[in-house]
């Protein structure tokens, strides 16, 4: 599946602007980004629902500008679900099918196949009021993959499930995507979801795709702070590069009071303004004052206790707050840092991410 | 991807053509010179002059309106009563039966009603020497009976979907049931008390089966005028009394639309400027 | 002494006393002005017809309960070809706002939401005004020398052989005529409760159904028809039961030699002064509907029911 500069326009407003991307076959893709950052326009247009402004979608090499829905081998799971509300779950799967030339044996076989798939047989009859909001979501799952599409486009597949089911039915969603080998392109907003369910994300923003990559490629790599405050939580810092050498380069951090060393970056020469990026997890809290360079000296001014973990905010000379995750590791622990201990913060070169756009 | 849906739309040019060209042809021929009501004889305005000279249409109209207006209010008070006691009261002795008699006179009828109106009327001046004349009255009753039960189902409605939880804040506050009823109940609906008043009061001045029936000699309503003129087939002067009527109703349906547009658009207004002042 | 009676009274007016004015006004109401006369219809349809006035009488030399109304209800072809005729037109009435109301309420479903509440409002106007107009302008248009007419006449002349050439065509007083103002009187009550229905139809189901392989003809028969049968039920009930009891169209417009049952009660009771036989044919037209009435409220309380329809 290749998308090529595809745009979309409503009146003056640009939902999509010049997005390519590339989905390899038996992926799961998602698309991730707040609302109204165009990523349902761009799967609407996946699905046909909506002609680009702009460019062309291609599937196996083949156009698709012009072919109407009901003529795409891509089929989608609506966010609402959609499901006919006068059908039973079984006519409900079956609907599909009834466009496919296969005598009345194959399909029932298919179907009994479908909702096997997706644990379901015993409510075969039941009318979609009659079933939980976690089954609807099953029913639309098999539905839409029961014409055996080459791709499978998911609207916020999660979204209308609790939090319990959620975890649950991202599982499931993997396991059928690999038994079924299904391209699946999956929109959502929450980038939990999109980190556990995906192999590659594309992080959209105004109509426009940021990046593009792996979960791990986008967390520890992000290439703008938009994308790097988006996934994940990060405290920021304005910066200067003072020298670079060769992979590491120091940096001039005025609100961390000292000049720090990070990995180095393209595009960020001696003297470059940029942006430094720290995760709480990648940053280490001790009484003591470590080895080494990146020891910045706070004092705690809140702590959130989690249970398994504990977020600390702690100040900064500078007066700044930066967020410190600290894993919980003994239970009721001697001596683990308490409310307006002085502590010292250090972090790995190349834990510390610089960013210039 | 969406097509314009051809065929849907020019059946509703079909429809609205339907709808209106007759209308449009009654007002065209209200200004015929010609007596012959279907052959056009030049433009005149001679057929308004003969109405508003004619004084049986100035008293037919005022008596519609006397009974309208009588009979729609007698007709909302019963009406919400009857809404109120359906939807609010859970149980009581004869429920059903009742429920049954306010849906009934929505589907029977108006020949039905009408003699058996009649019969009525014509029995309680036999049995009980009233009412001793057929005129004012009898229509009026007749009115309230079959009006009433559109402003109950108007009110019964609204009622269920209206929310009960400030009423049951209101008892919580100390008011007793009648006062909640009073003081939150009725505002709440009156929208809905208003617009079954408005349709009572439209049907009282539209009807024309049971008042031919129930009405009694010297007492002629407007439609029982239109009625008996019609009968006798086409009359210039009558489109010129149609052509009326549309104007004063497609005024009034005009106002009224203008000035819910700008109610909404003010709650709209207010509703952002409340917002704002909230961020 | 005062003050005691003062305090019971409002002492009953707090406890029950309000709640039973509020019941029994409105049921005593009904029951005087409603059940007594549909009583008193039923009773007359069992009394004989005399000279008197008022015209009827029972026991004494008439037999107590006399069934004569009853009877030739089914023996004088009359009656029951005037409950056909009424039946048929009806039935072809509410077909035709059917055909033509569906589309009309499914295209305003697809009409920008400004657009629709003027067209809504076009649709409601023509009830506004007088119910008797609305049939006498259809009068004023299907007369022979009428424009309408005439251009119908021509029409007809121009598409057909010589030897059928018309000087016009004989609408009035016709079944066709009764058929056609019904519809054009009922239409809205097709349109308003389907419109309703339709509006109330989730768009992305249709989406659904395209995604899935069908195409849009296809996607409104497997769809959207189906989820709209109880607004095609409620507004076709909406037209079928006053259309059959119907007395002004057919009086104005219909043909005399082929009464609707509705004229036909009204004259035995009025022109013969046959108050029982009127009371006789009014009861068999009741009992006709209860049938779709009860198909109606059996819909109706499914509907409200319906657990996907709680809010």
Redesign the interface.
Known sequence: MRIEGVSKLFGAFQAVRDVNLTVGKGEIFALLGGSGCGKTTLLRML?????PSAGRIFLDGQDMTGV?????P???M?Q?Y?????MSVEKNVA??LK??KMTKAEREERVRGMLDLVQLTQFAHRK???ISGGQRQRVALA??LA?QPKLLLLDEPLAALDKKLREQTQFELMSIQERTGVTFIVVTHDQEEAMTLADRIAVMDKGEVRQSGTPTEIYEYPNSRFVAGFIGSITSFDGRVTAVEGDLSRVDVPGLGTEIVARSVAGAPSGQEVTVALRPEKVTLTREKPEGPNAIAGEIKDIAYFGKDSLYRVTLPSGGLIAVHGVNAKRAEAGRPDWYDKVWLSFDPAAAILLTE | ?RRRPIFLISVLCFGFAFFYIPILSMIVYSFNGSRLATVWGGFSTKWYVSLFSNKQVGAALFLSLKIALISATMATILGTMAGIALARFRRFKGRLFFSGMVTAPLIMPDVITGISSLMLFILMAEWIGWPSTRGFTTITLAHITFSMVYVTTIVQSRLISAERDIEEAAMDLGSKPWQVLWDITLPVIFPAILSGWLLAFTISLDEVVITSFTTGPGNTTLPLLIWSKVKLGVTPDINALATLIVLVVGIGVVIAGWLMNRAEKQRDRDARLAYRANE | MAAGRHSRLSDWFNRRGWSDIIISAPYIWLLLFFLLPFLIVIAMSVATRTPSAPPFGYGGDNPALNFAGYARFFEDELYLRALVTSIINAFVAMILCLLIGYPMALGLTRMQRNWRNILLMLIILPFWTSFLLRVYAWMGMMGKSSWFNRLLTDLWNMVTPEGWAMSSIPMMHSNFAVVLVMVYTYLPFMILPLYANLERL?P??D?????????PFGVFW??TL??SIPGIIAGGLLVFIPASGELVIPTLVGDAGSPMIGRVISDEFSSSRDWPMASSIAVALLLLMVVPTMIYSHFQTKAEH???NRP
């Not at chain 1, 959609?82 to 006068?86: N, T, V, Y």
Request: glycine content about 6%.
């Open positions: 699905a046909g629902f909506e002609e109407p829905p009901w003529e795409r891509v089929h989608m609506f609402s959609a499901l006919f509300p006068h609907y599909g466009h496919e979609p009021h009659q539905r839409a014409r | 991807m | 989730d992305t189901l989406e659904a159904a395209m995604d899935l392989g069908t195409r497997d769809v189906p989820q319906k657990p996907e």
